[in-house]
């Protein structure tokens, strides 16, 4: 009986593997961790998107945008207060310092997910995708709370 447990040991150590970035200097990545996209606490055509964008490598990473198949449009927006009011604007890049993270969290830096393809409810997961100034791209899944 002990070689089945072994096996998924084994297959779930490997899972934990590759989802650790690779810190080599050619194939070095950014990370995005904890992803979730939170619902409108009125129906309401977008959700609020949070997690937090790791970069391992030796410079800076620039992220320009991002994308989802299960969104008509995603916005990178920062929660400002102005004149008492909270506000939102996009941002246009935004920049992770080498070696470390930025965290998008409800009132602050967030995505903007905006027109849903499909209804979701929670529990859902639905696909992310970041794009960076030097062209790589990172996929991540956030759960629908
Ligand atoms: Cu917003």
């Known amino acids: 009986m002990s070689r089945p447990r072994y096996h998924l040991a ?4 490997l899972a934990l ?19 979730w996209a939170r619902l409108p606490p009125v129906e309401m055509p977008v959700l609020g998107g949070f997690g937090t964008l790791h970069n391992p490598c030796d410079s800076e990473m620039v992220l320009t945008g991002a994308s989802s198949p ?8 920062e929660t400002r207060l102005d004149d008492g009011m909270m506000r939102m604007r996009e941002v246009g890049s935004l920049a992770i ?3 470390g993270s930025v965290a998008l969290a409800p009132g602050a830096l967030h995505l ?11 529990g859902d997961e639905v696909e992310l995708g970041f794009e960076f100034a030097d062209g790589t791209t990172v996929s991540a899944r956030l759960e629908v709370r």
């Open 10 to 13: 084994a297959a779930l150590g």
């Open 112 to 122: 903007m997910l905006m027109r849903p393809v499909r209804a979701l409810v929670a």
């Open 70 to 77: 299960d969104f008509e449009d995603v916005q990178v927006h």
């Open 97 to 99: 310092p080498a070696g």
């Open 17 to 35: 593997v590759l989802q650790v970035p690779v810190a080599a200097a050619d194939d070095c990545a950014a990370g995005f961790q904890d992803g």
